[in-house]
C-alpha cells in the first residue's frame, strides 16, 4: 500500500511541475527548466552507467552525458550574457523523483526502467524546446531551442529503440 501511496504522490508532483511548462516562454524560466533537464540527464545518465547491464544502455547512457553537457555549456553561454538569465543550480522536483525510483532497480530491471525514463524525458525536454522556439522572447534562446531540438528528437528516436528492445511496455 505504502507504493500505491508513493507513485500517487509522485504523480501529483509530477503533475504540478508539468504545469510549470507554461511559464517558459520567457528566458529566465526556459533557461533554468532547460538546464534543469540537461542536469537530470546527465545525472540518470551517470547510473545507468554504474548500473545497467547491457552495453546499448551504457552506450547511449554516455552519449546523453557528452550532448547534454555540452547543451548545459552553450546554455550556460547564453545566459551569462544577460544578466537576468540563470542555470537552475539543480535538476527539478520530477526529475529528481525519476532518478529517485532508477537508484532502486537493478541489472535487465534498471535497463528498462531507463529505457523508459529516456523516452518521457525527452518528450517533456522536447516540448518545452519546442514553446521557445515558438514562443521565445530572446532571439539568441529561441536559435538555440531551435538547433537543440533536431539533437533532442534523434535522442528520443534513440530512447524509443532502446525501450523496444529492452521490453518496454510504452
Same mark, same amino acid.
Request: cysteine-free; glycine content about 6%.
Given at each position: ?33 532547460? +538546464? ?34 555540452? +547543451?548545459?555549456?552553450?546554455?550556460? $553561454?547564453?545566459?551569462? &550574457? ?40 525527452? $518528450? ?26 533536431? $539533437?533532442?528528437? &534523434?535522442?528520443?528516436?534513440?530512447? &524509443? $529503440? ?9
Amino acid at each position: 500500500m505504502k507504493t500505491k501511496t508513493f507513485f500517487s504522490g509522485t504523480a501529483a508532483v509530477l503533475f504540478g511541475v508539468a504545469a510549470n511548462f507554461a511559464l517558459a516562454a520567457d528566458g529566465e524560466n526556459f533557461v533554468d527548466e532547460a +538546464s534543469a533537464k540537461g542536469m537530470a540527464e546527465i545525472e540518470t545518465a551517470k547510473l545507468a552507467l554504474n548500473k545497467g547491464t547491457a552495453e546499448d544502455v551504457k552506450t547511449f547512457a554516455q552519449k546523453m552525458i557528452d550532448d547534454h553537457t555540452k +547543451s548545459n555549456q552553450k546554455l550556460a $553561454e547564453l545566459a551569462g &550574457q544577460h544578466d537576468d538569465l540563470e542555470m537552475s543550480d539543480e535538476a527539478t522536483l520530477m526529475d529528481k523523483a525519476k532518478a529517485m525510483i532508477l537508484k532502486l532497480r537493478d541489472g535487465e530491471n534498471f535497463d528498462q526502467a531507463y529505457a523508459n525514463n529516456q523516452v518521457a524525458a525527452h $518528450e517533456q525536454t522536447i516540448e518545452l524546446y519546442r514553446e521557445y522556439a515558438e514562443k521565445g522572447e530572446n532571439a539568441e534562446l529561441k536559435k538555440f531551442a531551435e538547433t537543440t531540438l533536431k $539533437e533532442l528528437e &534523434q535522442h528520443l528516436q534513440h530512447a &524509443q $529503440e532502446l525501450a523496444s528492445a529492452h521490453g518496454s511496455k510504452q
